[in-house]
């Protein structure tokens, strides 16, 4: 098993290695500077993953169990299975650029049928203030037509 670790990436990772894994992975980024100051690397990580002499709490300040039991677990799990696989899913990747490509089309369309809808709405509005002003003007003429019939009648009739 020592071969096998010997051999292993993490062994060899560096202090910004083990920084990442902490933060990115395990999720305690809050222990970032007693990391640095210690100067934490993969060579390290086996005494953490087993905490001999409780080294967590003891020399490295850890108090919070959860923070001692979650950092000893995924040190434990990095020693003994290595880095965490990276999963790529290019299919996954190509649909997602798909469907935002979908939505900021649909965006785009939606705001030029938006745009064209309210410059027919505006037109509509001026035909029918333009239609307003006709028919006020053909009542109008309407009248002064029924005038002119009522004025011409009353010529007949005085005639």
Not at 9 to 28: A, R
Not at 55 to 81: E, P, R, T, W, Y
Not at 126 to 137: A, G, T
Request: proline share 4%; hydrophobic share 40%; net charge positive.
């Amino acid at each position: 098993m020592q071969k096998n670790w010997l051999n292993s990436i993490v062994h060899n990772w560096t202090t910004e290695d083990v920084e990442l894994w902490l933060k990115d992975v395990v999720g305690l980024p809050q222990y970032l500077p007693i990391f640095r100051k210690y100067k934490i690397d993969g060579n390290f990580l086996p005494r953490l993953a087993l905490n001999t002499d409780h080294l967590i709490q003891g020399q490295l300040g850890i108090s919070d169990h959860n923070h001692k039991n979650k950092l000893i677990l995924k040190a434990m799990d990095l020693v003994l299975f290595g880095p965490p696989k990276v999963f790529y899913n290019p299919i996954k990747d190509a649909l997602l650029a798909l469907a935002i490509l979908v939505a900021i089309s649909g965006l785009f369309f939606s705001t030029v049928q938006r745009r064209k809808a309210q410059n027919q709405i505006c037109k509509m509005i001026e035909e029918v203030d333009k239609l307003q002003v006709n028919e006020q003007k053909f009542i109008e003429i309407q009248t002064e037509l029924h005038e002119a019939v009522d004025t011409k009648q009353r010529r007949k009739t005085k005639q």
